[in-house]
């Protein structure tokens, strides 16, 4: 067996690196902005500004194939590629980055469509043929191949960091490997992925290699595993028709595997279809999308049973049009049994991005919902009230109302409570985890009571959550030994010492005994504190973030210093009293008096 030289793999690399120049500087530019994430204290800039990158492989790479077919002067070439890059610079300047779920989501709905333009994009305007099948069986292979050769590169490398570190005791950090995994990641993986691309795009018409491994794998793993899906799914139905019990949510997650399964097996076998000796291919064909009709419908009415009394959200509505799409696929197969296949990749494509931004914007279109169901239940609670009780209304308009605010929709919060925001709430710009602080504020001004919980005709819950501010300094002079402790009783070892260390929910109490040391800490006092400092500042104390010093917890008792530094405390407060279900704690000690 000849293994290339490094001279032939230099030569193949520099070949890749002519091809594809902006494409691999796209994965270095990726590598290099996460790298910069990673260091302490950098800016949250890079680690989007790396995301945001990492979408330019897909783009640059569809954009080189589609000049290379068209035969683009490399001036028009050039263009287009300022083109894009011009245009993932105004998504980085209108997308905050992935701390809002709604953002997250917008992030992925974008990747998914610019992978999925990958497919189709280069012979967009030209006859769907052989090679549009040919060229993506080749996509689809290099990419495999690319994330098998790229995760042995990666654990191969990690292995020898490890060795030099534990063999050598060369200081490793931690942050060196996830570094490695951002160059392979971004750089190595996206090389060799593009070493696999065909050289001749336009020869892979007269192209008809099929692999055998792609039939058996299709034929035996793929097509009995969707036989599987489907009788479940038969089965389901025929239960809705005798129970009359409509489907649930969950049933979205066995239609999805189902649709991907199903569609993926007809994909790989589709140049086999005329075949006279692949019988079992037509059958296939035919009773996939006739079979995926029901399933399509069923997931539609199980969305419009979340839609219909909680409204939209991005999910739901990403979830509804996935299911009208994969129910007009399913029917124009059915119909037209010899369709081309560009359709699927190339419809889902446009779908995504139709609902990116806009009025058709998963998010546009959410909000817009959420704002009329906070409206409809704010009538609805101001009708029947019930002070200390939480009505049905109370819950879903609680539910609504922490919806718009996570979005920073405050024309329409202030819309919904008749022009301004009750009791002069503002929102501040960052919203971490006071969502439910200003909900609470803005319902509690209104004469309402707060709970998105589901608690409906229960008395109000009212959960706290304190957590000391991680970029403040905390003073430890005076003290010999730190360990963190919580709320399970456990034991630290402290130098040649053995400390008890236990909880008393009675009491709200913690105590450290042991070799000379008989120590206590009451949380009462503190957390009265903390619920009069936040109620003085009008919000809610679930997910407040404080400063270190007021959660400084003195000790009582002999025997040593010691001081509590609560790190974070939660609980719910009761008729009568408070409970506390977790903390976390720096336990501070100073040597032992014996």
């Not at 969502?435 to 005709?457: N, P």
Request: aromatic residues 12%; positive net charge; contains cysteine.
């Amino acid at each position: 067996m000849r293994f290339p030289s490094l001279l032939t793999l230099a030569t193949r690399a520099r070949e890749v690196l002519a091809r594809f120049p902006y494409t691999l500087l796209a994965g270095v530019a990726a590598s290099v902005c996460a790298i910069v994430a990673s260091t302490r204290g950098a800016n949250y800039a890079w680690g989007r500004a790396a995301l945001v990158i990492a979408l330019g492989i897909p783009l640059s790479f569809a954009l080189a194939l589609l000049g290379e077919l068209r035969r683009w002067f490399p001036g028009l070439r050039v263009l287009t590629m300022f083109a894009a890059a011009a245009a993932l610079a105004a998504f980085y300047f209108g997308w905050p980055g992935l701390d809002a779920k709604h953002d997250a989501i917008r992030y992925f709905q974008l990747a998914a469509a610019l992978h999925l333009t990958v497919a189709f994009l280069p012979s967009v305007g030209l006859p769907e043929d052989a090679g549009f099948w040919q060229y993506n069986r080749r996509l689809f292979l290099s990419f495999l191949r690319a994330v098998v050769f790229s995760a042995v590169l990666f654990a191969g490398l990690s292995v020898a960091l490890a060795a030099l570190d534990k063999l050598f005791g060369l200081d490793v950090p931690y942050e060196t490997y996830l570094r490695l995994w951002f160059i392979t990641a971004f750089v190595a993986n996206t090389w060799i992925f593009l070493a696999g691309v065909p050289a001749d795009i336009a020869a892979l018409a007269s192209d008809r290699e099929y692999p055998r491994a792609l039939k058996l794998f299709t034929q035996y793993i793929l097509t009995p595993l969707v036989a599987v899906y489907l009788l479940i799914l038969l089965a389901y139905l025929v239960k809705i028709v005798i129970t009359r019990d409509w489907p649930s949510g969950w049933i979205g997650y066995l239609v999805s595997s189902v649709s991907v399964a199903g569609i993926l097996g007809f994909l790989l076998v589709h140049p086999l279809r005329d075949d006279p000796g692949e019988g079992w291919i037509r059958t296939y064909r035919s009773w996939l999308f006739t079979a995926l009709i029901p399933a399509a419908i069923m997931l539609l009415v199980a969305f419009y049973k979340r839609i219909a009394p909680y409204g939209l959200t991005e999910l739901r509505y990403l979830g509804l049009l996935l299911g009208i799409w994969l129910l007009a696929i399913s029917v124009l197969f059915t119909l037209r049994r010899e369709h081309g296949i560009r359709i699927i990749p190339l419809s889902l494509a446009l779908l995504l991005l139709a609902t990116l931004y806009g009025p058709l914007g998963a998010t546009h279109r959410a909000v817009a919902s959420q704002s009329a169901r906070l409206e409809r239940e704010l009538a609805a609670a101001r009708t029947l009230p019930s002070p200390g009780v939480v009505t049905p209304a109370e819950v879903q308009a609680s539910a609504a109302l922490y919806f718009l605010i996570e979005h920073r929709a405050r024309s329409l919060i202030a819309r919904a409570f008749g022009g301004t925001l009750p009791g002069g709430v503002a929102l501040p710009d960052s919203l971490r985890y006071r969502a439910d602080s200003l909900g609470k504020a803005i319902m509690t001004a209104a004469s309402l009571d707060y709970s998105r919980w589901g608690l409906a005709g229960a008395p109000r819950p009212d959960f706290f959550s304190y957590q000391a501010d991680e970029h403040a300094a905390v003073a430890i002079h005076g003290f010999a030994w730190m360990a963190t402790i919580n709320l399970r009783d456990s034991v630290v070892t402290i130098g040649a010492d053995t400390l008890r260390v236990a909880y008393d929910s009675t009491a709200q109490l913690v105590t450290v005994a042991g070799e000379g040391r008989a120590l206590s800490f009451a949380l009462a006092p503190i957390l009265d504190s903390l619920d009069s400092s936040v109620a003085a500042r009008g919000v809610e104390g679930f997910r407040e973030r404080v400063p270190p010093e007021e959660m400084y917890v003195p000790s009582g008792g002999a025997g040593s210093d010691g001081a509590l530094q609560l790190l974070q405390v939660n609980g719910q407060h009761e008729k009568p009293g408070r409970r506390i279900d977790g903390f976390t704690a720096r336990l501070l000690l100073g040597e032992p008096r014996h």
